[in-house]
């Protein structure tokens, strides 16, 4: 992505974030609230040996006014009957007869093959950070839509990609619910040459043939989460997910699963509203 198209998406943030503050209430602006927990995630991987692993990962939301910092579905766990949010530094900043639109900065971690016996040789993909704008309607009280496109800020080969996906909630009992997500993700060229592709000089490396491709369809993705509130403060969650790779990043020579599965388990700690 070109710099000037840098700034002026960084620009965007900024100024929605500013509009985000000027149109909260007094109230709002004031508000403050917080959640840390940890979960414990099984998963696998779509790239590489499709070894299964476990692990121990920290789950947070600060809230200060309408800015949020916040990492995984911690957003999510607030409290019944509130919005959810975005992941990474967010600030929503317009809504109306239902409509929300949002913008956010958050990290891509990139990924190394330093590790993996095949694909040992292959250029690392570096860690970014995305600016992302969403977004989201609901449709009566349990269903929803929503959208959202985000952006390689570093110049890091990252490219673009775009999301779209309906949303079902189904409230157990006041202090239960769960909700089913299905959503689907084209990325653009670049995106999908960096995350799924095998340049000539890569691979040389590795003494495989090169995989070219350009935009298209990367997949869908559907997870199942609920979550429950144990008491004023704390609360349990957990959920499972799939993922299925498409088209020609479903070809790809690194892919070792194209279908994939998840689980999580979880308990936070929040702040009283």
Request: hydrophobic share 35%.
């Amino acid at each position: 992505m070109r710099k000037p198209a840098i700034r002026c998406l960084i620009l965007t943030l900024v100024l929605a974030s500013g509009a985000a503050l000027a149109n909260q209430p007094d109230e709002a602006k004031g508000s403050r609230e917080f959640l840390i927990g940890a979960s414990l995630e099984s998963t696998v991987g779509h790239i590489g040996d499709g070894q299964r692993s476990l692990s121990l990962k920290p789950v947070w939301h600060f809230q200060l006014g309408p800015f949020r910092v916040s990492r995984s579905r911690a957003s999510t766990l607030l409290g019944t009957g509130r919005k959810s949010g975005e992941t990474g530094v967010s600030a929503d900043f317009f809504s109306r007869d239902g409509w929300s639109l949002s913008a956010s900065l958050r990290m891509d971690n990139g990924r190394t093959f330093d590790d993996d016996p095949v694909w040992r040789g292959l250029p690392d993909i570096r860690t970014t950070v995305r600016g992302r704008v969403s977004v989201r309607r609901p449709f009566g009280e349990r269903w929803g839509w929503n959208a959202s496109i985000d952006q390689d800020l570093m110049g890091r080969e990252g490219g673009m990609r775009l999301n779209s996906g309906v949303s079902y909630t189904h409230l157990l009992s006041e202090r239960t619910q769960w909700d089913l997500g299905v959503s689907a993700t084209w990325g653009n060229a670049r995106y999908m040459q960096t995350h799924f592709g095998i340049t000539p000089t890569g691979a040389a490396t590795v003494g495989t043939l090169p995989y070219q491709l350009g935009g298209g369809w990367e997949g869908v993705h559907a997870a199942w989460n609920a979550s429950t509130a144990l008491s004023t403060n704390w609360v349990l969650f957990g959920g499972v997910g799939l993922s299925q790779l498409r088209g020609d990043a479903a070809r790809s020579p690194l892919v070792s699963r194209r279908t994939t599965t998840s689980a999580t388990l979880g308990v936070a700690y929040r702040s009283r509203r």
